[in-house]
């Protein structure tokens, strides 16, 4: 009996959801016709990072708000609750469910993220990359924040030149899936195979600290033990950069440091002498790549670009603007747009920039 | 009818137990119904279309909350499903891009996910002085550990040949298959743990395993096969998972084993043992994913939502204990 | 009953010798496959690195022995280090007493409230824990508003931890010593033992349940803020997902250092001897060659296998004592 009861209002609670559903569907399209005529207000510009808790991620969002409500457009911006493609999911299938007009996503996996941006596509929003790409064809442009050649250029470029020339180095890098670490660190390797000039430079080791301090500790020693003729250690990471330079700025090893990192963590660690572990680091503007993406999603959605190779649209006040879609390398015809050269942070213009990111 | 049940056998120190446990799944459903309405009242979006759309990747994961129920209930713990869920997913994607069809990609999917299972209920059956706390704490490292091994450099695979398991992803209109699934294993299960003497040994092991086992119950067959079974369902949520992403990384299905454990827990089932009924779980599933599609919706801090479903998570096991001692506070004044 | 106490003792005891003997194979393998592993700097990184596991360790033992569990630490431990990141980021405070004191404050309160909610409100401990361990971690996130507290910001107190001071060392010698003496000396240590054992029994004898229940989960929080202010202090960062997951490590350390999860036995050296065990580990494997993607994997199965080996020593310790009974 008590069964039956339960299944009852089982049933109940399902009705009403439904109900609740078909008055729901009906006022949000009349939502969307009355805002059609209008250009940028009116309509919905989201911002899905890598993951919450992360100044890199909360500059870009920052960069991209600020351009999406200089417009009069609407921002919504989505951190999900941890580093994962499937926390990017749900908050994805979430906007879907919004009918916002167009979502920039930081990809934390290029492949598991493939099918809810097509399903995205597919419900008519315009869905753009940064930072980290899908799957190009599930989307319609990649804001990248430098090249893969010229990031990976910088990188060995760097190494070459601390390192004087000849001796081991070793990289130590985020998670061994992080998707744009694995291509500069490819890049790097491929630029040093192809050009003679850096044949005495030798790769000993790829090291993972997966973007968390105290593993990044760990491997960095453990680098040091294992290869006593080290010379730089690259780390094209954030977190991993500065708890590289940590450790080798204690131990006062003779062993230097490089690669991609933020200014104000790594304000403590940049210096041309020997108390400083690092003479100097790389990395983009994240702010300046959240605004790209920005005016991008607004070009997207008012028709300017559609994403193939050879559109152009006005960035507004930044640098480059004008800017142009590019063809991927790989030949699918797929567009990116990139930011600039990533910029050098040396202990000349480290104290202006570490406050402001 | 509630003698038939089996959940008398629970060991309970006061009568009434079974107007609490009706009270408690009546509170649930009263709770999904404010829950929808709340949705709707805060998102225009939140409607059935919508909901069924989203809810594939939970649905997934509720999967698990059948298995889990009967490890519970049994007084054991499994906290190995996420890393199976993602070793399933993985596998199942290499095979796939082998060039095998979606037959082999099912059949590897659960086969793989059994085997863990079976491997955790070797392990929990062969050395019971271990908690299965600490077993499936290793498990889970080394299962993750081989999808880690499996996908190689990079981390991350994609299936090159996303059509033939497209009939996972098939609806029946709006209906995702995997809802059906769900609803034909809560009949499944919700008959053997409340109908039949299986359902009852359980109980009976959750209670007292000592007393079960001199009872003539085959306790430790009994845990063997549920902990198969549970490994079975994480392999067919990692199947439906692999079907809706078209591919698999090292951090797919992480934290899905407190997120299922959150489901039962707060649908009365305890983890000591010997309590509870799916019913309650299944719906506080509903509950769960229902609040955070609408928190979702309306943009809420993500972290946020975790720190309410811990508040929540917290509270719905306050309420029976507190609800108690109020009870047996105003019997012993009568008295 | 005097009997059992040193059946029990001399079990216990014959345990911490064969962790000893795990330890010494250990070692002695990860020595010939880089000799280096027993260098003094390595050595002290060991303990420094894993100071945080070692720490949370003694909390998890006397929890543990009260047949109870916390997997809410490494939030607390979040929560409290991002508090004391942040608190210097804004420069409320700079002085390196007063922020460890506030961090254990922290860290001690989120402790009585998982005490007070599992003893007077009768939840079970991994259930609460669960519950504190989202809320606790979802405020690191909150407060911290999508900022680190990074290198700069946390210079001068940084030093405390930093490579080649003695902060840290000396934190955990203190605490070892004085888990020691308590758990074995004093008359707090002995209620731990005796509400783990048999709660209906000290009850009954007089003890309060309910007070030693919340005491052990304020410890436990007590060492969860201060592992949080001192990984703040190691890493000199404050990140909200900080030590994410590690948990499990702490557990693992003590299960595998003997101490039961169905309460009343453990011992401090065994917990030492399973810290130190999970910390070589984590030390080694970068050491020893296995290759990145590969490490997660033998973690597990060392994991496993001394867990096992422990279990099947134990029996047959078990037998061996009973065949001497019999004689």
């Not at chain 3, 401990?125 to 508003?145: D, E, F, K, L």
């Not at chain 3, 490590?249 to 065990?277: E, K």
Request: glycine share 10%; proline share 2%.
């Amino acid at each position: 009996m008590k069964k039956k009861v339960l299944s009852v209002l089982m049933c109940a609670a399902l009705a009403a959801t439904m109900l609740a559903g078909c008055g729901g569907s009906s006022s949000s399209s009349e939502g969307s016709t009355g805002a059609a005529g209008g250009d940028t207000s009116g309509k919905t510009y989201a911002i899905v990072t890598k993951s919450a808790g992360n100044p890199y991620n909360e500059k870009e969002a920052e960069g991209f708000q600020e351009v999406i409500e200089a417009a009069g457009g609407t921002c919504i911006v989505q951190n999900p609750e941890s580093a994962t493609a499937d926390a990017q999911i749900t908050v994805i299938q979430s906007l879907i469910s919004q009918g916002v007009d167009s979502i920039a996503i930081a990809a934390n996996d290029a492949n598991a993220l493939a099918s809810v941006c097509q399903e995205a596509m597919d419900a008519g929003i315009q869905v753009l990359t940064l930072d980290s790409d899908v799957n190009s064809a599930t989307r319609k442009t990649f804001c990248n924040q430098a090249g893969v050649q010229e990031v990976g250029q910088a990188l060995i470029d760097a190494v070459y030149d601390i390192a004087g020339g000849e001796g081991q180095y070793a990289i130590l890098s985020a998670t061994s899936q992080a998707t744009n670490q694995n291509a500069w660190i490819e890049a790097m390797k491929s630029i040093q195979e192809s050009d003679e000039k850096y044949s005495k430079l030798e790769l000993v080791e790829v090291a993972y600290g997966d973007d968390e301090p105290q593993k990044s500790t760990d491997q960095t020693q453990a680098l040091l033990q294992n290869y006593p003729d080290l010379k730089v250690i690259c780390a094209p990471t954030t977190v991993g950069i500065s708890a590289a330079a940590k450790v080798l700025q204690d131990q006062k090893s003779s062993v230097k440091l490089t690669g991609l990192g933020l200014p104000s963590e790594m304000a403590e660690y940049i210096g041309a002498d020997d108390a400083h572990s690092c003479p100097y680091m790389f990395l983009w503007n994240p702010i300046d790549l959240g605004k790209l993406a920005g005016y991008a999603s607004i070009a997207l959605v008012d028709g300017t670009i559609t994403g193939a190779a050879g559109d152009t649209f006005e960035a507004g006040d930044m640098e480059n603007s004008p800017y142009t879609l590019t063809e991927l390398a790989d030949g699918s015809g797929a567009s990116e747009i990139i930011l600039g050269p990533p910029f050098q942070f040396n202990p000349d213009n480290i104290e202006e920039w570490k406050s402001i990111y | 009818m509630a003698g038939k049940s089996g959940r008398t056998i629970s060991a309970t120190p006061q009568g009434g137990i079974k107007e609490k446990i009706f009270s408690w799944e009546g509170a649930l459903i009263l709770l999904l119904i404010a829950v929808n309405i709340f949705g709707a009242v805060l998102s225009p979006n939140y409607n059935m279309t919508n909901i069924l759309r989203e809810s594939p990747r939970y649905l997934a994961e509720i999967f698990m909350l059948f298995g889990m129920a009967f490890i519970l209930v049994l007084g054991d713990i499994d906290i190995s499903v996420g890393s199976i869920v993602c070793l399933t997913a993985t596998m199942g994607c290499l095979v796939s891009n082998k060039g095998m069809g979606v037959g082999a990609v099912i059949l590897v999917c659960l086969g793989v996910g059994l085997l863990c299972g079976m491997l955790n209920g070797f392990v929990a059956t062969k050395f019971t002085e271990l908690p299965t706390m600490i077993i499936t704490l290793g498990t889970q490292i080394i299962f993750r550990g081989i999808a880690e091994v499996a996908l190689g450099d990079g981390g991350s695979a994609s299936m090159t040949d996303i059509q033939s398991i497209g009939i996972l992803r098939a609806k029946v209109g709006p209906v995702p298959l995997s809802f059906f699934i769900v609803i034909i294993c809560a009949i499944i299960f919700i008959t053997v743990l409340n109908k039949t003497t299986f359902g009852r040994k359980l109980y009976a092991i959750g209670s007292n395993r000592t007393t079960a086992y001199y009872t003539g119950i085959e306790v430790q067959r009994i845990r063997f096969f549920s902990f198969s079974m549970l490994g079975f369902l994480a392999g067919l949520c990692g199947l439906f998972l692999l079907a809706s992403t078209y591919g698999a990384n090292t951090t797919t299905g992480n934290g899905f084993e407190m997120e299922v454990i959150a489901m039962c827990v707060f649908g009365g089932i305890a983890t000591t043992g010997g309590k509870g009924n799916i019913i309650g779980g299944f719906i506080a599933a509903f509950i769960i994913v229902c609040l955070r599609i609408a928190f979702g919706q309306i943009n809420m801090n993500t972290q946020l939502i975790l720190v309410i479903i811990g508040v929540m998570l917290i509270v719905s096991v306050l309420i029976p204990a507190v609800t108690n001692a109020i009870n047996s506070r105003k019997k012993t004044k009568k008295a | 009953m005097k009997k059992d106490k040193s059946l029990i003792k001399t079990i216990t005891g014959s345990r911490e010798a064969s962790l000893v003997i795990v330890l010494i194979i250990l070692i002695a393998v990860i020595t010939v496959m880089s000799p280096s592993f027993l260098s003094p700097t390595n050595i002290s990184q060991i303990f420094r690195n894993n100071a945080l596991t070692m720490l949370m360790a003694l909390g998890m033992l006397c929890v543990m022995l009260t047949a109870g569990i916390d997997i809410s630490i490494t939030s607390t431990l979040a929560f409290s280090g991002m508090i004391i990141g942040l608190m210097q980021k804004f420069d409320y405070l700079h002085n390196t007493f007063l922020l460890f004191v506030i961090g254990i404050l922290i860290g001690t309160a989120c402790g009585v409230l998982n005490g007070l909610i599992i003893a007077k409100g009768k939840v079970a401990p991994i259930i609460c824990t669960m519950g504190a361990m989202y809320i606790w971690r979802g405020m690191a996130y909150v407060i911290s508003n999508n900022a680190w507290a990074s290198g700069a910001d946390v210079a001068g107190f940084s030093d405390f931890g930093k490579e080649g001071s003695f902060g840290p060392y000396i934190i955990l010698i203190i605490a070892y010593i004085a888990f020691f003496v308590v758990m074995k000396w004093t008359k707090f240590g002995r209620k731990i033992y005796a509400v783990g054992s048999n709660t209906e029994a000290a009850r009954i004898s007089g003890i309060n349940v309910d007070k030693t229940i919340i005491s052990v989960y304020a410890i436990m929080g007590l060492l969860a803020g201060l592992a949080g202010v001192l990984s703040v202090s190691i890493y000199a960062s404050a990140q909200p997902n900080m030590q994410y997951a590690k948990e499990m490590d702490v557990i693992a350390a003590c299960v595998i250092g003997g101490v039961s999860m169905n309460g009343g036995r453990g011992s401090v050296v065994g917990t030492f001897l399973g810290a130190l065990i999970i910390a070589i580990i984590a030390k080694a494997l970068p050491l020893v060659g296995i290759s990145a993607i590969a490490q997660n994997l033998v973690k597990g199965v060392i994991i496993l296998v001394v867990v096992v080996l422990n279990v099947i020593t134990q029996r047959m310790m078990d037998k061996q004592a009973l065949a001497r009974r019999e004689m």
